[in-house]
């Protein structure tokens, strides 16, 4: 099994209630395979209002059969502009 | 042509004569170029030279609201300021919230037009087809709030809005802002000095009048699936504010920290200035601009330490320059920082961005405290911040010549151009475009100096959602083009670009709104005015003697970031120039950068621009 870490970042902290945490994920894992997990933590990969990273880029800069590495970190912050 | 959304006038006060006029707009100035940004830039193209100095007699500043200025829709808050801005030493467009655009289109103008120089100090006051000067040299030294404050106590109760300029813009910091209400800035350029060149204190407008609506009913259906529409999709917003994104750019390693001399610090070093920590100890409640649901702004207090009482609204960009990037992890010394830059009048983008540029030249050992009135500057020093700020005001020590901005310092010390964030003399935003390459492109060609709005908000797209991919160069011209004349046209409408989504101002925008305020379909033409914009700004630079040559990044920029997740990253010349000549081809533009007159003639400009 792989640990990767998952990391609630800004205003996701409170929405989901939680700082970060760690998913096990079988051996040869790969990006396509991470929905299902990060599901299981209330996250859906597909909303428009999330912006999900993978060692600080984004998920559509992987391509989806990038194999998860020890170390790896999925970032989840909302989607936030201006300033 | 036109039902509604205009009130087609504009209002000329000549201040050294201190008589004023009222002049018809054109129907046709108007289905050009919709409104604000816009009509600022032809405005500025007939009226503003070459050869005019930014700070001389000569020059003009005017505002200009667009068709959603003051019309009863969600976030209808916005006022364009376009003059020749001190800081880049060129064209200046800048936008605000707050009342005054509603309240000048009260009055009956779409447009207010200042020239000329007045005799003493003075505020101007606009109540529907009057005006009237208020003279008082005991203004002078005030902060803005104040100045705000004394001119209301004279005026007869009613919805006055105002505007009104801090003691550093009367010291010709070309970096001062002009303040709008109690609290709303156009920020960025030097607008504040430029009024105070004219000896103009304050201004303040109201009226009694509405602006008319060609269908009424279906704005306020309109108005109805805003609010709906924004109650979810910028909660966050609401929640937090936009400090989130201090976390966020710095987990994505674009933070500009310690004067850019990296773009990531450990997250011990930098939560100090997170919006949790924000939210949670300093507070106070959020605020809204005109007509706004949203309310995205955090008002801010430290009530206890050294800072105790300073009052603030910190927004991302003044965390980010005044809290990493002068290496101050501590939210009070941020909000007492920011309060100082409202009460001097002073953007809180330069004012970071140039004290880090101090900070860092103490920590080389190029200056000293001898240089200084004795003064140390150092990172993490948030005391030696504030004094800073007011030594730029004051125009004391190394504060005489950071007041100056970027072009005044390097003119006067060449050598320190390297650690100096700037692209045509406006200071970088708080985004690395190292780490977003496309962001890079945006700061070079933006039509006012480095501007990650008017240059094309690229953040949204290279960076948080990944595409296109964030340390690509091929494709970014095209991309980047897009993004600016998306933000041309939302600049010309008088509506908050926060708010842009729930009316479908996009690229590909819907018809409803538009039509329902003015009568006339805008829609399939609002990329081609967007690009019209974009377009004759760029013949306003190039008639000032601006190339490719300017179109450039700063020399830190070819220097790889030496650590965090966009660790090894830089732009290099031929990085720029791939993403330059991609560009100026997607716009028309000869490899030089100027319009070509094949574009111009398609764009509608060669007539109006009397280049016929």
Same mark, same amino acid.
């Given at each position: ?83 | ?131 009237? =000067? ?9 902060? /803005? ?13 009613? $919805? ?14 070309? =970096?001062?802002?002009? =303040? ?22 304050a201004l303040a407008v109201r009226g009694d009048g509405s602006v008319p609506l060609a269908?009424?009913? $279906?704005? $306020? ?14 909660? $966050? ?69 050294? =800072? ?20 101050? !992890? ?98 970088? /935003? ?83 709104t538009l039509l329902a305020i003015t009568g006339y379909d805008f829609a399939p033409h ?22 490719? !040559? ?63």
């Amino acid at each position: 099994m792989i640990e990767v870490t998952v990391k609630f970042l800004a205003g996701s902290r409170e929405d989901f209630g939680i700082s970060d945490t760690t998913i096990s994920m079988p051996q040869h894992a790969v990006l396509s395979d991470l929905g299902p997990y990060l599901h299981a933590l209330g996250v859906d990969q597909e909303a428009d209002d999330i912006i999900i990273t993978l060692n600080s880029r984004g998920l559509r800069q992987w391509p989806s059969d990038r194999r998860f590495a020890p170390g790896d970190v999925i970032a989840v912050f909302p989607l936030i502009s201006g300033g | 042509m036109f039902q509604g959304g205009y009130m087609g006038r504009l209002l000329r006060i000549d201040l050294s004569t201190r008589h004023y006029s009222i002049e018809e707009i054109e129907s046709e100035e108007y289905r050009l170029f919709l409104g604000g940004r816009g009509l600022g830039a032809l405005w500025y193209w007939r009226e503003i030279g070459p050869e005019v100095r930014p700070l001389s007699p000569e020059n003009k500043i005017g505002f200009f609201t667009g068709p959603m200025t003051g019309v009863p829709l969600v976030s209808t808050t916005k006022l364009q300021l376009t003059t020749k801005g001190p800081e880049t030493g060129h064209y200046l467009c800048s936008n605000s919230s707050g009342n005054f655009g509603p309240r000048l289109r009260e009055a009956g103008f779409d447009a207010l037009v200042l020239e000329g120089v007045s005799e003493r100090w003075t505020a101007i006051v606009v109540e529907n087809d009057t005006v009237r =000067f208020i003279d008082d040299e005991s203004w002078q030294g005030t902060t /803005p709030m104040c100045a705000r404050d004394r001119l209301l106590d004279g005026l007869p109760g009613g $919805k006055w809005a105002t505007m009104s300029v801090g003691p550093a813009a009367e010291s010709g910091v070309v =970096f001062s802002s002009l =303040f709008v209400d109690d609290g709303r800035a156009f920020g960025r350029g030097g607008g504040g000095a430029v009024l105070a060149s004219r000896r103009i204190k304050a201004l303040a407008v109201r009226g009694d009048g509405s602006v008319p609506l060609a269908d009424a009913a $279906k704005c $306020k259906e309109i108005t109805a699936a805003a609010r709906d529409n924004l109650k979810t999709s910028r909660a $966050k917003h609401r929640q937090l504010g936009t400090s989130q994104l201090v976390e966020i750019i710095n987990e994505l390693g674009c933070m500009p920290t310690r004067n850019f001399q990296t773009a990531w610090a450990p997250p011990e070093r930098v939560e100090g200035v997170y919006a949790q920590t924000l939210h949670d100890q300093y507070y106070v409640r959020n605020y809204a601009c005109y007509r706004c649901s949203v309310a995205c702004g955090q008002m801010a207090e430290v009530n206890e330490g050294e =800072f105790a009482g300073a009052q603030a609204r910190p927004e991302y960009e003044s965390i980010g320059l005044l809290g990493p990037s002068c290496g101050i !992890n501590k939210m009070d010394a941020v909000i007492a920082a920011n309060q100082k830059c409202d009460d001097l009048g002073i953007d809180t983008i330069t004012a970071g961005n140039l004290v880090a540029l101090v900070m860092e030249l103490f920590q080389r050992g190029l200056v000293s405290a001898e240089d200084n009135e004795g003064l140390e500057v150092h990172f993490g020093d948030g005391q030696a911040l504030l004094y800073m700020l007011d030594f730029i005001a004051e125009r004391r020590g190394l504060g005489d010549m950071i007041a100056d901005g970027a072009r005044g310092i390097i003119q006067a010390r060449p050598e320190w151009e390297r650690y100096i964030l700037h692209s045509k003399g406006l200071t970088f /935003p708080a985004y690395d475009p190292r780490g977003f390459h496309g962001m890079g492109l945006s700061y070079a060609t933006s039509a006012r100096g480095a501007c990650h709005n008017v240059g094309g908000y690229t953040v949204s797209g290279e960076l948080l959602k990944g595409k296109p991919d964030r340390y690509a160069v091929e494709g970014k011209g095209e991309y980047v083009k897009s993004l600016q004349d998306n933000r041309a046209y939302i600049d010309s409408l008088g509506l908050c670009t926060v708010v842009r989504g729930a009316y479908q101002f996009t690229t590909s925008p819907a018809p409803e709104t538009l039509l329902a305020i003015t009568g006339y379909d805008f829609a399939p033409h609002l990329m081609t005015i967007g690009e019209r914009i974009s377009t004759l700004e760029r013949m306003i630079w190039v008639r000032e003697g601006i190339n490719r !040559n300017q179109d450039a990044l700063p020399p830190r920029m070819k220097e790889a970031i030496p650590d965090g997740p966009a660790a090894g990253h830089f732009i290099s010349d031929e990085m720029l120039d791939t993403m330059l000549d991609e560009y100026y081809v997607s716009r028309g533009w000869d490899v030089t950068g100027k319009p070509m007159s094949e574009t111009l003639e398609k764009l509608e400009l060669t007539e109006v621009l009397g280049l016929g």
